[in-house]
């Protein structure tokens, strides 16, 4: 197994992980701690290839990776007990997951059509699509609805392994800068409540009333 390849199952792992202690939250059976494992751990890449025309996706490819996101959904759902804190453990590893796969999504999409642009687009993608599959099927709060920096994190880690991997540099140092910024920001909008500027226009009328 290649350094890429592990690094591909560490990240759908860490993801499948966080869909399990969702699960854990809403005290689901089995069966659905290994649906929200699977969708979450799968759901970003499942995206991205499809937007590439990379078909079939590549848990069909490689069954391999079900397999993680199942170990993964069945390990929380034994473990999920022992930690003080689910939630704050599901955003932290969310943020490790979405740091490794902000770099894998630019590297796959840059390999696929050569273009910048689009390598930046799937490594956000990718990055983002599996937790918020998670947010909206567990009724969890969405990562993109939190004040602190979420996809601009993921933009940030994307963007990095494009212009490393245009500078030539190997891919070792391309993934490893693309992660420590993707989690650096994110991190410290966690730890420190980092936000981007918002709108400060007046908000939106409800429907009801423009009807």
């Known amino acids: ?20 202690l969702a699960a854990s939250r809403k005290q689901l059976d ?5 649906f929200l494992a699977s969708i979450t751990g799968i759901g ?26 199942l170990f993964s959904g069945i390990l929380v759902f034994f473990t999920a007990h022992l930690f003080e804190s689910r ?23 840059l390999a696929a059509t ?23 099927v567990a009724g969890e709060p969405s990562v993109l609805l939190r004040p602190e ?3 601009t994190a ?10 490393a991997s ?10 490893g800068l693309a992660m420590a910024t993707a989690f650096s920001i994110r991190g410290g909008a966690l730890r420190f409540g980092w936000t981007m500027p918002v709108y400060r226009g007046r908000p939106g009328r409800d429907p009801e009333d423009v009807m």
Do not use: H
């Not at 089995?30 to 290994?34: A, D, E, N, Q, S």
């Not at 970003?44 to 996101?69: E, H, M, S």
């Not at 490594?123 to 918020?132: H, I």
């Open 1 to 20: 197994m290649t350094y890429l390849e592990f690094l591909d199952y560490l990240a759908i792992a860490l993801f499948a992980a966080t869909g399990g």
């Open 30 to 34: 089995l069966v659905g701690f290994i």
């Open 44 to 69: 970003g890449g499942t995206f991205r290839d499809i937007i590439l025309g990379q078909l079939p996706v590549f848990w069909v490819k490689n069954p391999n990776y079900l397999l993680a996101c």
């Open 87 to 109: 939630y704050r453990l599901l955003i932290w590893l969310d943020a490790i997951g979405m740091s490794a796969y902000a770099a894998l999504g630019a590297a796959k999409g």
């Open 114 to 136: 050569g273009s910048p642009l689009v390598a930046i687009v799937t490594g956000m993608l990718t990055a983002t699509f599996g937790g918020v599959l998670r947010d909206i």
């Open 149 to 151: 920096i979420y996809v």
């Open 154 to 163: 993921a933009l940030a880690g994307a963007a990095v392994y494009t212009g």
């Open 166 to 175: 245009y500078m030539q540099m190997s891919e070792l140092v391309c993934f």
